[in-house]
Nanobody, 126 residues
Framework: VQLVESGGGSVQVGGSLTLSCVAS????????MGWFRQIPDREREGVAA???????SYADSVKGRFTISQDNAKNTLYLQMDSLRPEDSDMYYC?????WGYGSSWYLARPSRFGYWGQGTQVTVS
């Protein structure tokens, strides 16, 4: 499956952005889908994940501010980001992983379980 992110940009503190990830080559509803973020010299951090049953999980740092969703008809994954903070500034990546039923929280903690990655989209909050 190929993944292409969009929607990043620069926003003021407290603002909102919506990231999109369009998939091709397979149906995202079969996968556990996730959003991760990373800056150079840091480990990739799970932000949010949604499994094939529609169950969602979030990093503690974004709970109540970010919402992950997907539109299977459009084969697109979204990340609605509200109340953005400077520490949310990062490169955001969309990822897809084979869903073996361990639950979205399990996958969120294990970036290595995602075999397909997009090229990333930059978010800057200032």
């Amino acid at each position: 499956v190929q993944l292409v992110e969009s929607g990043g940009g620069s926003v003021q503190v407290g603002g909102s952005l919506t990231l999109s990830c369009v998939a091709s080559g397979d149906t995202i509803g079969r996968y556990c889908m996730g959003w991760f973020r990373q800056i150079p010299d840091r480990e990739r951090e799970g932000v949010a994940a949604i499994d094939s049953d529609g169950s969602t999980s979030y990093a503690d740092s974004v709970k109540g501010r970010f919402t992950i969703s997907q539109d299977n008809a459009k084969n697109t994954l979204y990340l609605q980001m509200d109340s953005l903070r400077p520490e949310d500034s990062d490169m955001y990546y969309c990822a897809a992983g084979a869903d073996w039923g361990y639950g979205s929280s399990w996958y969120l903690a294990r970036p290595s379980r995602f075999g397909y990655w997009g090229q990333g989209t930059q978010v800057t909050v200032s």
